[in-house]
């Protein structure tokens, strides 16, 4: 099983049917899968922002809710992390695609690539760092039973050596 099929099926295991993304090419390897699953409900955001904010009501209405995005449109998503989604005591898995690291070719990626670990410590989010395919599933779902079990969101960062280095 690839990175990819190993968070949909985790996502699957802890009933997270409600996906949210901002269309980005490298977790296109993950939400082309959910998309052809009818398990899930995909919806596309226009902003990291509003994909929070649709994870938050998702939530509220009983549905399991995760939200992916890049790493340059974290900084987008704030805001709504700090003032939503931590007070609720809201418990939504993002996953972001860092960008700015090994093999990077686009410097505008650079400066908020490096700055989303910081962020999320400001912010007193856990968080963790997927490399590679080695305890993929156990630290998958340890990630989700903190997230649910804490009910605060929780940073889960896919790199470039994770999925191949596709960062155009």
């Given amino acids: 099983m690839n990175w990819a099929e190993q968070i949909v099926k985790t996502l699957k295991d802890w009933d997270t049917s409600m996906i949210v993304y ?5 977790i296109h390897q993950v939400t082309s899968l959910i998309d052809a699953d009818p398990f899930f409900r995909l919806v596309s955001a226009t902003r990291e922002e509003e994909a ?28 709504a992390l700090a003032s939503l989604c931590i007070p609720a005591r809201t418990p ?17 990626q650079v400066p908020m690539g490096r700055a989303v670990i910081p962020i999320l410590d400001q912010l007193g989010l856990p968080h963790y760092t997927l490399e590679d395919d080695d305890n993929m599933e156990r630290s998958l779902d340890g990630a989700m039973k903190l997230c649910y079990a804490n009910r605060q969101p929780l940073g889960i960062c896919l790199t470039t050596a994770l999925h191949g280095g596709k960062v155009a």
Avoid at 22 to 26: F, T
Avoid at 96 to 101: A, F, S, V
Wanted: glycine share 16%.
């Fill in 52 to 79: 929070i904010g649709i994870a938050v009501g998702a939530y509220a209405t009983g549905k399991n809710t995760a939200v992916f995005m890049q790493s340059s449109g974290f900084g987008n998503s704030i805001n």
């Fill in 92 to 108: 939504v898995p993002i996953f972001i695609n860092l960008r700015g690291g090994l093999g990077e070719f686009n410097i505008a």
């Fill in 22 to 26: 901002v269309p980005d090419i490298s």
